[in-house]
């Protein structure tokens, strides 16, 4: 029966032991380093989306303290027109 892992095996098996844990240890280390660019790049657009929508919010509460404002200036100005007259 011919497993799928054979030459892996074969390959394994011809090696010494200090060339199997460097041979092995490499390929953790290149997994790991792969991973964290993954990772890297995940929390990278997670941190520019953020900052994109602080922006939005911080455009809203700009527009909501316009629109305060010019409610305010309205009531005054209506009192004032109220007392003029």
């Not at 032991?17 to 460097?22: D, E, G, Q, S, T």
């Not at 991973?35 to 890297?40: K, R, T, V, W």
């Not at 303290?65 to 010019?70: E, P, S």
Request: glycine share 4%; proline share 2%; aromatic share 10%.
């Amino acid at each position: 029966m011919n497993h799928f892992f054979a030459p892996a095996i074969r390959f394994m098996n011809r090696l010494k032991y200090p060339r199997k844990i460097l041979f092995l240890g490499s390929i953790v280390l290149s997994i790991i380093f792969i991973l964290s660019i993954a990772l890297y790049q995940q929390l990278n657009q997670i941190i520019v989306t953020t900052k994109i929508e602080l922006e939005g919010v911080e455009k809203i509460v700009e527009n909501n303290d316009l629109i305060r404002l010019a409610q305010q200036f309205r009531g005054l100005s209506a009192i004032k027109m109220k007392n003029d007259v």
